[in-house]
Each structure stands twice: as structure tokens, then as C-alpha cells.
């Protein structure tokens, strides 16, 4: 059974540091992984998705890499802002459908 | 263009009682997705459809749980008998033919009394 877990469960930074988020899963037989941002009382947005076959995924300020192999991603925001302030959930697909496995989130505080 | 929208954004209900919430997904997609946010959690999946067919109803914890997707738009989740643990957001998604991102609607936040 995949399990996916999240470290830390919260952070605070303050506004300008680099923001480094970990998602480890246990099965290593993914489709992909996707990173999310959930605001609160929000659905979630789609921020970064990285096939099996990749290694890492960048869109501006954000970079998250995979290593299948050790079941570990790792999601980078680079020079925070307190506009980042979410919570990030990480999520693995095992097939080409079907469902997400998400991990419990990291939640972020950037303070200005 | 329009997103996945749900309705109601809140629901608040009494211990028995029959509840139904609705998804209208992104028009042209043809997947969708129910998943369940309890607080401090990740999403959990609780059922597929492709078209109008489950596809997955591995994720429904009991059979007081039902969705439907008659015409391969619009779906509903129906729970019977609700109970205080049913408390929780729920959340839908869709997906484009062929394609494995999914877009994920606002949420339920349903509250039993």
C-alpha cells in the first residue's frame, strides 16, 4: 500500500529565504508526482507535475525534483514571498488514471 | 474558461440525515474524481468515472456513500444516514480526455450536527 508522507507539517521562514518542502512515498511504481497548493477554504492548484521518467520540473521561482529510485521529491521556492503562504500537498499517481495518493500537506508561513 | 465548480459551498446537517452534493466538471472533460479532506489531512480518493461509469469505487468507506454521473457530466454524491465523522470537505476533480492533470473544484465543507 503507498504510503506518502510530508516533512515538516508546518513551516515559518521569513520573506526571502528559500522554502524547501520534502515528499517522500513508499512504492516506487508511480505514473508521476504532482505538487499542489491548497489556500484556505480553497480547492487545489496544480503547481508542478514530473513524470516517472524525469528528474526535476522548474516554472519560475519553483523547482521540484524526483528521485524514484529512494521514493523522495523535493519542491523548491526560491526568495519567498508572504504571497506563498498555502499549504503544499504532494501527490502520486500509480497509473496513467485513476487516483491520487496525497501526502497530509506542509503547511507555510512567510513572514514579511 | 470556467473551472470545476461544486455546490453548496457549505452544508450543515443533523446526525440521519440524507445529503447530496453536486460537481459540474470542466466541460469536455470526461473523467472525474470525489475525493474527502479531513482537517490536517490530504485529499483521500473515494470514487472515478470515466464517462458515466464508475470506474474506481474502491475509496467509498460504506455503502452509505453513493455517486452518480447519469449523462457524463455532472455528478452527485449522496450519503445516507450521515454521521458526525462524514464532516469533512469534499472534493471534485476532472480531466481532460487522454490526459492525467486534474483540475480540482472549491470543495463541499459539510458539517454534521
Known amino acids: 500500500k503507498q504510503e506518502v508522507t510530508q516533512i515538516p507539517a508546518a513551516l515559518s521562514v521569513p520573506e526571502g529565504e528559500n522554502l524547501v518542502l520534502n515528499c517522500s512515498f513508499t512504492?516506487?511504481?508511480?505514473?508521476?508526482l504532482q505538487w499542489f497548493r491548497q489556500d484556505p477554504g480553497k480547492g487545489l492548484t496544480s503547481l508542478l507535475l514530473i513524470q516517472s521518467s524525469q528528474r526535476e520540473q522548474t516554472s519560475g521561482r519553483l523547482n521540484a525534483s524526483l528521485d524514484k529510485s529512494s521514493g523522495r521529491s523535493t519542491l523548491y521556492i526560491a526568495a519567498s514571498q508572504p504571497g506563498d503562504s498555502a499549504t503544499y500537498l504532494c501527490a502520486v499517481l500509480p497509473d496513467s488514471w485513476g487516483k491520487l495518493q496525497f501526502g497530509a500537506g506542509t503547511q507555510v508561513v512567510v513572514t514579511p | 474558461g470556467a473551472g470545476v465548480s461544486q455546490t453548496p459551498s457549505n452544508k450543515v446537517t443533523e446526525k440521519g440525515k440524507y445529503v447530496e452534493l453536486r460537481c459540474d466538471p470542466i466541460?469536455?472533460?470526461?473523467?472525474l474524481y470525489w475525493y474527502r479532506q479531513s482537517l490536517g489531512q490530504g485529499p483521500e480518493f473515494l470514487i472515478y468515472?470515466?464517462?458515466?461509469?464508475?470506474?474506481?469505487d474502491s475509496g467509498l468507506p460504506n455503502d452509505r456513500f453513493f455517486a452518480v454521473r447519469p449523462e457524463g457530466s455532472v455528478s452527485t454524491l449522496k450519503i445516507q444516514r450521515t454521521e458526525r465523522g462524514d464532516s469533512a470537505v469534499y472534493l471534485c476533480a476532472s480531466s481532460p480526455p487522454g490526459r492525467e492533470t486534474q483540475y480540482f473544484g472549491p470543495g463541499t465543507r459539510l458539517l454534521v450536527l
Open positions: 468515472f470515466q464517462g458515466t461509469g464508475a470506474a474506481d
Open positions: 466541460s469536455g472533460h470526461t473523467a
Open positions: 512504492d516506487s511504481a508511480i505514473y508521476n
